[in-house]
């Protein structure tokens, strides 16, 4: 082949190459989001998304700085590419829980494979709500802040949620999901403003996150598997909880979860573990505790598997929720209740193979105390307050 051909070649092959490899680049406000947080700008990202999801290279979805006002709004999958990334500068802004209604999310990604978040704020404006709660009035349910159904390969980092409804993250049938860095607030008497839900996924992973609010910082429910949680805070709240768990007697099982190198302040419960006292066929089983810090943390070890709201439903039952393989290693810390170590194990299915290895955890500078009621295990090493296992 002559060397002009040979170039020619060479030339075409790169530009394929090229052209196949090039990001598309897709700027909200071209397609008619506006910055002032009063104007709507659902459909513009409506917009966006759907041609994001046409295209067959990656795509990058910008959101400047500003604050833009987003009704409920599904960004729907799957797409023909599976490299679609959304770099948020600005703020996403919910309208009132009255224009959101009885809509269980207020941004969902649907069946979305591929997806990475980077930055951004959403602000949920929750107060309006949680007001309406305390009101006694009729309320809508709430909307979580953010959704993600079925979907696999996901990345969010460095995103901040503000004040949801309720719930500020949920992931529900997913596989393989990071989130990184993330910084959840709300005020701790809000209610319900869970950080980061979790049920019937495998594969999510947390670390480096912040979260300050009203209840669980984390909540693990039925058919969680292979959850790593590491080098995250937690408090105000009401802890990382396993739980609540037992409501139907036909459940997935909680498996492999490890929580490494968390920090919680002054929340109400660190590592809990909570069931109903019903019957049910669901399990929690190979979970790891290690490296926790407790700062003036209300309940620091907690397994309540007499969980019964208003003694409805459940009195004088007891647990099907079988608890076993559940490991505290290097636990420290001050406790804001004399009992810093509870185990309240079910009478029928009791816990089993509960290890306490190098525990340390004191009462007002003094020694603390722990309680065991059907729950059967060892410890290693110096555990205080004395194990009752």
Not at 172 to 196: E, R, Y
Not at 204 to 209: H, K, L, N, S
Not at 356 to 381: F, P
Request: hydrophobic fraction near 35%; proline fraction near 4%; include cysteine.
């Amino acid at each position: 082949m002559e060397k002009s051909k040979i170039t020619l070649f060479v030339f075409l092959l790169f530009s394929f190459w090229v052209s196949a490899n090039a990001v598309y680049n897709i700027n909200v406000v071209d397609y008619g989001a506006k910055t002032d947080g009063k104007t709507d700008s659902t459909k513009a990202f409506l917009t966006a998304w759907n041609l994001a999801c046409s295209k067959t290279q990656s795509v990058k979805i910008y959101v400047p700085n500003g604050r833009y006002l987003l009704k409920q709004i599904t960004f729907k999958g799957p797409c023909k590419n599976n490299v679609t990334s959304f770099q948020i500068d600005g703020t996403l802004v919910a309208p009132s829980y009255k224009v959101l209604g009885n809509a269980p999310n207020w941004i969902l990604f649907y069946k979305v494979t591929g997806l990475s978040i980077s930055g951004g704020t959403l602000d949920a404006q929750g107060a309006s709500f949680w007001a309406c709660r305390r009101s006694g009035k009729s309320c809508p349910p709430g909307a979580r802040s953010l959704a993600f159904n079925f979907g696999t390969k996901i990345t969010v980092k460095g995103l901040t949620s503000i004040n949801s409804q309720i719930m500020h993250i949920s992931i529900n049938n997913c596989n393989n999901l990071l989130m990184q860095g993330l910084k959840i607030v709300a005020p701790d008497d809000s209610p319900n403003t869970d950080g980061i839900h979790i049920q019937l996924s495998t594969g999510v992973t947390i670390t480096g996150a912040s979260i300050k609010t009203g209840d669980d910082c984390v909540s693990i429910g039925p058919g969680t598997r292979n959850l790593w949680i590491e080098a995250s805070n937690c408090g105000p709240g009401h802890g990382i909880s396993i739980g609540s768990l037992g409501q139907d007697k036909l459940e997935q099982g909680v498996q492999n979860i490890t929580v490494k190198n968390v920090v919680f302040t002054g929340s109400n419960n660190g590592l809990r573990i909570k069931t109903w006292a019903r019957p049910s066929n669901g399990f929690v089983r190979g979970v790891l505790y290690q490296d926790i810090i407790m700062k003036n943390v209300v309940n620091p070890i907690l397994i309540d598997q007499h969980y019964c709201p208003r003694n409805k439903g459940c009195p004088s039952q007891e647990s099907g929720i079988k608890i076993s393989q559940v490991t505290y290693r290097n636990i420290q810390g001050s406790s804001a209740s004399q009992v810093a170590m509870k185990f309240d194990c079910s009478r029928t299915n009791p816990c089993t193979d509960i290890k306490l290895q190098t525990v340390k955890l004191t009462y007002q500078n003094t020694a603390a105390k722990s309680t065991c009621l059907n729950a059967k295990g060892a410890s290693t090493g110096s555990v205080l307050p004395q194990s009752c296992l």
